[in-house]
Structures are given as C-alpha cells and as structure tokens.
C-alpha cells in the first residue's frame, strides 16, 4: 500500500525504541507513566497494534521495576523476536 513503510523500517523503528528503552533510564520512565507522549516526545510514530503492544507489555509488567523492565526487554525481545512479533 502506498505510504506504508515496509516491514524492516518498522522492525527497525520498534528496535530503536527498545534500545533507548533499555539504556535511558528517564525515557523508560517517562514511557510507563505516558507512553504516547513520552514516544512523541522522542520522535516515534507507533501503527495501533505496535502502541498496542507496548501498552499490554506496560500492564502486564507494571510491578517490575525500572530497572528490572530494562533487564526484561533485553530477554524478552532478544534480536530476531522482533521480526516475529511485530509483523
């Protein structure tokens, strides 16, 4: 369809979002608290079913802590899940 992006652009587009999510401390925060602005805030433009996704990962991971989400998102979304999960 035209002004899709193709699936490796928004591979890549989740996984610049998890990176910054596991390596900047204020960004994760700002990201469980508000998660649509704090993404706007940062430049992404998530689809429906990708803030979908980040919105159920938030929920069902609301008891970790900050840093026990980093740690999280690193096994949970080891490279080559993100192919699969996302598309």
Known sequence: MEGQQP???RTEVIRALLVLAMNDSEFLRDVRYA???ALSRH???LRNEEMDGVITYLIQNAGLSDEGM???L???FPPGVLEARWH
């Open 43 to 45: 430049g992404f433009t």
């Open 7 to 9: 699936a490796e652009e």
């Open 74 to 76: 690193g096994v949970y």
């Open 35 to 37: 998660p649509a602005s």
């Open 70 to 72: 980093a740690r999280d």
